[in-house]
């Protein structure tokens, strides 16, 4: 133990150098695995069920975006041999403003029918971490994404107006990395009383009595769920078949658009991937051979005291493992402290821009032990091959 | 005995010929006598004590120790022999800094396959004879130049090598612990062992049984000993 610690602060900046290179690595990473985070998450929610939504054009946004989808269709839907569960949605952007866009921040309204189980086979419940999930019967209640609560500094039991109606928060749901951070999740009811606040032509529209429009005809959408056994795009393209006057959202079809929507944000992360490793590798490999070269009159000394290439490569590589299993720790380690210490920053608007992951961290920490055994290795055998009057000749 | 048979070697030079360090050299270090090789510098003293103690390779020529040709060993084969068979002090020491004065000295037995309390009170026996027992957890930049020499000098016998080989002992020490050194090279040889030094003092003669002079790589007998003795 005593010969570990003299090694290790022999090589302290060699630690150093190693720790820089591996919370370059780390970082870089968990930043990687946020956005991985973000876009698993929307593709495995899409692929937990069929979206269907009225034709045409409105004001829903998300998933279940298009026109309005009038409660026959959703009879009609339920009826299609395969279906298994129709849940009535209304999702709307929380500031209209900026419904034009569909930024990956934007923060929604989803008003979801509570008298009937949610279909998504992957999202049967949103996970709550504090409080509890709206029942039927709620009104008035709302349970919020995570980041929306940081961001709205929102607890259980505070109160959010939202168009002039008072809600209470019933439960925060837990932090998904991915669309539900930024929900205000309410029954339909509710939200379809602020679609009408929000849309003035709507507004114009039931007051004139033009349209015949009932209340659970204000649907923007629907999640639907297939039977045990269906295929859900057959399902999807039955329903596309057999009931007018729908967009219906293939989960494949939909799965394979966000990622092609989020093929920017792919991109990225492998270029940030790509940089991470070569960053961060050529600065551990570049440190550690550098240590090992800095010794060359060191292993010339040893092996004119009768070391063979065996004993040296041996003595090489157990050292190369500890410091790189130090400095790999102490970089993930450093890593985590500024990622932690940025993300509580970030947190005032809810935002967070690191993910650091049991495989990231793990993965980091065996790239670094084996690029830096590998770097000593080499380092190790130029060295060897020198002879050791050579070695010290030169180390002198 | 050390013998060395036709040794050749030569450097490369950045331009023109390439420079002999070592012609035709040939040399028998009996065990039990003390060997003294003067030389100016560049006259190919120190590549002489490097071939014969393995640490470099010769263009030609054989080097015995004990009766084995050790120069036609592989490179894992010299290792050992230079363990079992040589030690070496250096003009500049050559302590490793991270390690204490105690663990130099026990570095030369971990790599003859020497641990235990046994090569440890031996490292110590000998920190006490060279007068640096006070020392031994002290790490090299902590001594003096003449504590380090003495300190590689226990390295240097700590196996008992039958070969003691020396490149300028003395050469950065002060009078006193030049004396000491060299007094020791003496028990060494008494004790049984080849010694061979270089130097480039005329008065690292003293006490040498055998004086030879290097001049551009060729190995001559040296001057008269003090007392008419003959190399």
């Not at chain 1, 109160?159 to 951070?181: K, M, N, Y």
């Not at chain 1, 590998?374 to 002198?396: F, M, Q």
């Not at chain 2, 048979?5 to 023109?16: E, N, T």
């Amino acid at each position: 133990m005593r010969l570990l610690i003299r090694i290790l602060r022999g090589y302290a900046f060699t630690i150093a150098g190693i720790a820089i290179g591996v919370a370059g690595i780390v970082a870089l990473g968990a930043m990687a695995e946020r956005i991985v985070r973000f876009i698993e998450g929307g593709d495995r929610f899409v692929l937990g069920q069929i979206s269907v939504a009225g034709r045409g054009l409105g004001m829903g946004a998300g998933f279940t975006a298009g026109g309005m989808l009038p409660a026959a269709s959703l009879r009609a839907i339920a009826g299609v041999p395969g279906v298994w569960g129709v849940q009535a949605q209304v999702m709307l952007p929380l500031n209209p403003s900026t419904s034009q866009f569909m930024t990956l921040t934007q923060e929604l309204i989803l008003g979801v029918d509570l008298t009937v189980p949610t279909p998504n086979r992957h999202y049967p419940q949103l996970p709550v971490g504090q409080g509890r999930y709206l029942r039927p019967g709620d009104r008035q209640a709302a349970v919020v994404g995570a980041s929306f609560a940081t961001s709205h500094g929102l607890h259980v039991g505070d109160r959010l107006t939202l168009e002039e109606e008072s809600f209470e928060v019933v439960g925060v749901l837990q932090r998904t990395l991915t669309a539900p951070d930024r929900f205000v999740v309410m029954s339909i009811e509710d939200a379809r009383r602020q679609w009408i606040a929000k849309d003035r032509m709507l507004r114009t529209l039931l007051a004139t009595g033009v349209a015949s429009i009932n209340a659970p005809d204000l649907n923007t959408g629907a999640a639907v769920g297939w039977r045990e056994g269906e295929d859900p795009d057959a399902v999807a393209r039955r329903i596309a078949e057999q009931v007018p006057g729908v967009n219906v959202q293939l989960p494949s079809e939909l799965s394979r658009l966000l990622r092609s929507s989020t093929a920017f944000f792919s991109a990225l992360l492998v270029g940030i991937g790509a940089l991470a490793f070569v960053i961060g590798g050529l600065s551990l490999a570049n440190t550690v051979a550098a240590a090992v070269f800095e010794r060359i009159r060191d292993f010339g000394v040893k092996r004119a005291l009768g070391a063979t290439d065996l004993q040296l490569g041996g003595e090489v590589l157990g050292e190369a493992l500890a410091v790189t299993l130090t400095g790999g720790a102490a970089g993930v380690a450093l890593a985590i402290g500024l990622g932690f210490a940025v993300d509580g920053w970030a947190a005032r608007t809810g935002q967070q821009l690191f993910l650091f992951s049991g495989r990231l961290l793990g993965g980091a920490l065996v790239f670094s032990v084996l690029l830096g055994t590998a770097a000593a290795a080499y380092a190790t055998l130029r060295v060897v091959r020198l002879s050791p009057a050579e070695a010290i000749r030169r180390g002198a | 005995m050390l013998e060395a048979r036709g040794l050749v070697k030569s450097y490369r030079a950045p331009a023109g010929a390439p420079i002999r360090a070592l012609d035709r050299v040939d040399l028998t270090v009996p065990a039990g006598s003390l060997a003294v090789v003067l030389g100016a510098s560049g006259s190919g003293k120190s590549t002489l004590l490097n071939v014969l103690g393995l640490l470099e390779d010769a263009d030609g020529g054989d080097v015995l120790m004990a009766g084995e040709r050790v120069s036609a060993l592989g490179r894992s084969g010299r290792g050992r022999a230079r363990g079992r068979y040589v030690g070496f002090v250096f003009q500049s020491f050559l302590l490793l800094p991270s390690l204490t004065a105690l663990d130099n000295v026990l570095l030369a037995g971990r790599y003859a396959g020497r641990r235990g309390p046994d090569v440890r009170r031996r490292a110590r026996e000998l920190l006490a004879q060279l007068g640096v027992q006070e020392r031994e957890l002290h790490y090299p930049p902590q001594l003096s130049g003449g504590e380090q020499q003495r300190v590689a000098f226990c390295r240097a016998v700590l196996n008992d090598p039958p070969v003691l080989l020396a490149d300028e002992p003395t050469g950065n020490l002060d009078d006193a612990n030049g004396r000491v050194i060299w007094g020791a090279l003496r028990a060494r040889a008494d004790a049984g062992a080849a010694v061979v030094v270089v130097s480039h003092r005329a008065d690292a003669v003293v006490g040498a049984d055998a004086v030879y002079r290097m001049q551009q790589g060729r190995l001559q007998p040296g001057p008269p000993m003090p007392g008419g003795g003959t190399p």
